[in-house]
């Protein structure tokens, strides 16, 4: 899932300054997983937002809600009232909520209330980590099921580098090597002959580095009677 | 010969090789660069110039290179996948090699979090050893990663690194074979102060044959003071520096010739290790006590080989 965390409230606070009437909108998929956006994170940032606000003088008002999920337009045109009455719409989703409100009404002035920071996982209670960089060619088949792209500081794809000590990454000692869990796993799965094999150059064209991604299903599209179908049933 | 430079030369003809190291200066100022080389002269056989070792911004390896040519003086140029992409390390390996650059070490690269540019955004497109892969294919059939196929093809010696004491140990030399079999001709060891683990690795390597296919630079600091040792052993992950080493520098009574002695001893040992063909001296900070280094080991004067 998609990893975020809260802005600081000063930085939040300067966004919406200039504006008056604040509507925040959280959500309840992935930020409210990782405690950043959900329900109790909108109560909270509205009220402590409400007092700031007060305190720093300044006559605004702020209105709170969350949604099922503020990636998909179905979801945001349902509060479509509410966010057309804001002044500025403070997104506490990840950065595809935002953007998708944004997108859908582009005279609004969205603000991230969130610092969207990975793709991970909860590792336990309030520690989450980063597993996947969505590089569009998986290959952890071959790596034990660990990914070496995230979970490697230099995403390397030939084994540990120099600097793996005592099974960590040189970048952080608090943090696992990742190509040493690898080695460990594939130990395990009595499967270390691929840890022999010499991976060349890895594609990065299927990753960010070929431009911006997006993927079109032709068999998943809806057919022109299916989409006046769908405009008649609203 | 696959390039012929000295070094190949000296490794080729079975003569116990010597490398020493070159930090370029962090503003661009030749004039350290030519110093050293000039002291340095005639006590290795090729000189490493590092690639902004740690992630701090120096003068380039290749004009470092190019600088200490001027002096008549063999490079080695070190060439990380830190900084940047396949398109610019081909481009930088076609310069260096039109300026007549031929030992080039390929190397992963240091995070940048150790050094002066922690905003930086990393490359890693490569790691070393799909460096060394694309770099042999680009040497011996001029095929360039994309699949461009060019005429020139450029002449090189190349090695790698490698660390024997960086975990799992028992990775280590198959690592190395990975490096060979992607056409590592030489390689340049990380120091090595815990001479059993360094025996052990070299064990596995010649169980392996690996001693056959590539030429071991053993890699070795000199010590100026008990708090380098003990920095090494404790902040420098990938590092093992035994405790009886650091007491010996702390007991001594002059720290920097106690530091000079180990480096000596570490040298005569290491030239009885079965599969070892020479020694790697990365004398950081201290590039002078090179020559006096190399000379306490025996190793003077350094062989000419047509």
Same mark, same amino acid.
């Given at each position: 899932?998609? @990893?975020?965390?809260?802005?600081?409230? #000063?930085?939040?606070?300067?966004?919406?300054?200039?504006?008056?009437?604040?509507?925040?909108?959280?959500? %309840?998929?992935?930020?409210?997983?990782?405690?950043?956006?959900?329900?109790?994170?909108?109560?909270?940032?509205?009220?402590?937002?409400?007092?700031?606000?007060?305190?720093?003088?300044?006559?605004?008002?702020?209105?709170?809600?969350?949604?099922?999920?503020?990636?998909?337009?179905?979801?945001?045109?349902?509060? !479509?009232?509410?966010?057309?009455?804001?002044?500025?719409?403070?997104?506490?989703?990840?950065?595809?909520?935002?953007?998708?409100?944004?997108?859908?009404?582009?005279?609004?002035?969205?603000?991230?209330?969130? &610092?969207?920071?990975?793709?991970?996982?909860?590792?336990?209670?309030?520690?989450?980590?980063?597993?996947?960089?969505?590089? #569009?060619?998986?290959?952890?088949?071959?790596?034990?099921?660990?990914?070496?792209?995230?979970?490697?500081?230099?995403?390397?794809? &030939?084994?540990?580098?120099?600097?793996?000590?005592?099974?960590?990454?040189?970048?952080?000692?608090? =943090?696992?090597?990742?190509?040493?869990?690898?080695?460990?796993?594939?130990?395990?799965?009595?499967?270390?002959?691929?840890?022999?094999?010499?991976?060349?150059?890895?594609?990065?064209?299927?990753?960010?580095? #070929?431009?911006?991604?997006? @993927?079109?299903? !032709?068999?998943?599209?809806?057919?022109?009677?299916?989409?006046?179908?769908?405009?008649?049933?609203? | 010969?696959?390039?012929?430079? &000295?070094?190949?030369?000296?490794?080729?003809?079975?003569?116990?090789?010597?490398?020493?190291?070159?930090?370029?200066?962090q503003?661009?100022?030749?004039?350290?660069?030519?110093?050293?080389?000039?002291?340095?002269?005639?006590?290795?056989?090729?000189?490493?110039?590092?690639?902004n070792?740690?992630a701090v911004v120096r003068l380039s390896?290749?004009?470092?290179?190019?600088?200490?040519?001027?002096?008549?003086?063999?490079?080695?140029?070190?060439?990380?996948? /830190?900084d %940047?992409?396949? =398109?610019?390390?081909?481009?930088?390996?076609?310069?260096?090699?039109?300026?007549?650059?031929?030992?080039?070490?390929?190397?992963?690269?240091?995070?940048?979090?150790?050094g002066n540019e /922690?905003?930086a955004?990393?490359?890693?497109?490569?790691?070393?050893?799909?460096?060394?892969?694309?770099?042999?294919?680009?040497?011996? !059939?001029?095929?360039?990663?994309?699949?461009?196929? =060019?005429?020139?093809?450029?002449?090189?010696?190349?090695?790698?690194?490698?660390?024997?004491?960086?975990?799992?140990?028992?990775?280590?030399?198959? *690592?190395?074979?990975?490096?060979?079999?992607?056409?590592?001709?030489?390689?340049?060891?990380?120091?090595?102060?815990?001479?059993?683990?360094?025996?052990?690795?070299?064990?596995?390597?010649?169980?392996?044959?690996?001693?056959?296919?590539?030429?071991?630079?053993?890699?070795?600091?000199?010590?100026?003071?008990? #708090?380098?040792?003990?920095?090494?052993? &404790?902040?420098?992950?990938?590092?093992?520096?035994?405790?009886?080493?650091?007491?010996?520098? %702390?007991?001594?009574?002059?720290?920097?010739?106690?530091?000079? /002695?180990?480096?000596?001893?570490?040298?005569?040992?290491?030239?009885?290790?079965?599969?070892?063909?020479?020694?790697?001296?990365?004398?950081?900070?201290? !590039?002078?006590?090179?020559?006096? =280094?190399?000379?306490?080991?025996?190793?003077?004067? *350094?062989?000419?080989?047509?």
């Amino acid at each position: 899932m998609i @990893i975020a965390e809260r802005k600081p409230l #000063g930085e939040i606070a300067m966004m919406v300054a200039p504006h008056e009437k604040v509507t925040v909108i959280g959500c %309840r998929s992935c930020v409210a997983i990782c405690l950043a956006g959900g329900e109790k994170e909108v109560d909270t940032l509205v009220s402590a937002m409400k007092l700031k606000s007060m305190n720093e003088g300044r006559t605004q008002y702020f209105d709170g809600f969350v949604l099922e999920r503020q990636c998909e337009k179905e979801w945001v045109k349902e509060v !479509e009232d509410k966010i057309l009455a804001a002044d500025v719409v403070l997104s506490m989703s990840c950065s595809l909520g935002a953007q998708t409100i944004g997108d859908l009404y582009p005279e609004k002035i969205v603000v991230p209330g969130l &610092n969207t920071a990975m793709f991970g996982v909860p590792e336990e209670q309030g520690v989450w980590s980063e597993k996947c960089l969505g590089c #569009g060619d998986c290959i952890i088949h071959t790596t034990g099921g660990i990914c070496p792209i995230a979970r490697c500081a230099k995403s390397m794809l &030939n084994g540990p580098c120099g600097g793996s000590s005592n099974g960590h990454c040189e970048v952080n000692l608090e =943090i696992e090597c990742a190509w040493y869990a690898i080695y460990e796993r594939l130990k395990l799965q009595d499967r270390l002959d691929l840890m022999d094999t010499v991976r060349p150059p890895k594609e990065w064209s299927t990753s960010h580095s #070929g431009g911006r991604r997006v @993927i079109v299903r !032709e068999d998943a599209k809806l057919t022109p009677h299916q989409i006046r179908g769908k405009e008649a049933s609203l | 010969m696959k390039a012929g430079s &000295n070094l190949e030369k000296v490794l080729e003809a079975g003569k116990f090789a010597v490398t020493a190291e070159i930090g370029p200066p962090q503003s661009s100022n030749p004039e350290p660069l030519t110093h050293h080389a000039r002291m340095m002269k005639g006590s290795a056989d090729a000189f490493n110039l590092t690639d902004n070792q740690t992630a701090v911004v120096r003068l380039s390896s290749i004009a470092s290179a190019a600088i200490i040519m001027r002096e008549d003086i063999e490079p080695v140029i070190q060439m990380t996948c /830190r900084d %940047r992409n396949r =398109i610019a390390l081909q481009s930088d390996l076609l310069g260096a090699s039109a300026i007549g650059v031929k030992n080039v070490l390929c190397l992963t690269g240091d995070h940048q979090t150790f050094g002066n540019e /922690r905003a930086a955004k990393s490359v890693f497109d490569f790691d070393s050893v799909s460096e060394l892969y694309t770099f042999d294919k680009l040497r011996t !059939e001029g095929l360039q990663s994309g699949g461009t196929v =060019i005429d020139d093809k450029p002449e090189l010696y190349l090695g790698c690194a490698e660390n024997p004491f960086a975990t799992p140990y028992e990775f280590r030399a198959t *690592r190395l074979a990975k490096k060979v079999d992607s056409g590592a001709d030489f390689v340049q060891t990380q120091a090595i102060f815990d001479m059993d683990m360094f025996e052990k690795w070299m064990d596995e390597v010649r169980s392996r044959g690996l001693d056959k296919k590539t030429h071991i630079l053993a890699g070795v600091i000199p010590m100026k003071t008990a #708090g380098a040792a003990r920095y090494m052993k &404790n902040k420098v992950p990938g590092m093992i520096v035994p405790d009886y080493i650091i007491e010996r520098m %702390r007991n001594a009574s002059d720290a920097k010739e106690e530091g000079i /002695r180990l480096c000596v001893e570490q040298i005569e040992t290491l030239k009885t290790i079965k599969g070892v063909h020479g020694v790697h001296v990365m004398a950081v900070m201290w !590039e002078e006590m090179v020559p006096r =280094i190399v000379e306490m080991a025996g190793l003077l004067p *350094r062989p000419t080989v047509k």
